[in-house]
């Protein structure tokens, strides 16, 4: 499978504990994208990758969010002392710099549930 | 006001209908346009960009209003596989950064009916 992939699919966890969800983007992509979708929402920007650069941060994305795009490739989000209101699916994509960059390719999301 | 607003709908419509889904958008900087479609507890899939000019893909129709800042989309002879989540979505360049950033519409729900 040559899309984006992302990992866990679903992630149940107590009030208080942190996370970590991966995504590992189109190959020849070299930007990235998380997006937080809630229900009966469309998704809502997170943050942004060029490379391993971070280049912008919404103001949805609090102190307890941090991610990385160590090496350009795969990107990591964490998520310190998980809330209730944490929960919601959490979508990762990726597109080109060059060409027709606003077609960002989805992945399938990691669900994540704070109880 | 949301960026960009969709009735949210469901439209419930017999297999064979026409139907038409409507979406405003308050940015005027916004620069190109979009409707993804979502299936249920699945991602977002873009459907078709939208030109001023209006384009086509089989049974799907969309258009853009720039001056009224209005997208629609037509679905002709709806299938059963047609019933989905339509996302209308505005992109814009974000300042230095080289982002191009998408906006969603919060869907709007089409159940096509045996």
Not at chain 1, 35 to 43: A, I
Not at chain 1, 81 to 100: I, N, P, V
Not at chain 2, 26 to 35: D, I, M, R
Request: charged letters at 25%.
């Amino acid at each position: 499978d040559t899309g984006v992939s992302q990992d866990p699919r679903h992630k149940i966890t107590k009030r208080g504990q942190n996370v970590t969800f991966r995504c590992d983007p189109i190959s020849e992509h070299n930007r990235l994208y998380w997006y937080r979708q809630t229900l009966g929402q469309g998704p809502e920007f997170l943050t942004y990758f060029q490379n391993e650069a971070q280049l912008e941060k919404s103001r949805l994305l609090s102190d307890r969010f941090s991610a990385e795009r160590p090496k350009g490739s795969f990107s990591t989000l964490e998520i310190q002392r998980t809330e209730q209101g944490d929960s919601a699916m959490y979508l990762c994509a990726s597109s080109f710099s060059r060409g027709q960059p606003y077609e960002q390719y989805f992945g399938p999301g990691t669900r994540l549930t704070v109880t | 006001r949301k960026e960009v607003e969709q009735d949210p709908g469901p439209f419930n419509v017999p297999e064979g209908a026409t139907v038409a889904f409507n979406c405003t958008y308050s940015n005027s900087a916004s620069q190109s346009f979009f409707w993804y479609r979502q299936d249920c507890r699945k991602e977002p899939k873009l459907l078709m960009s939208v030109y001023s000019s209006g384009n086509e893909d089989g049974r799907f129709t969309a258009q853009l209003n720039r001056a009224s800042q209005y997208i629609s989309l037509l679905i002709r002879d709806s299938k059963l596989s047609d019933s989905a989540t339509y996302l209308c979505v505005v992109n814009k360049q974000v300042g230095d950064t080289g982002r191009r950033a998408l906006t969603f519409g919060s869907g709007t729900r089409l159940q096509v009916q045996p």
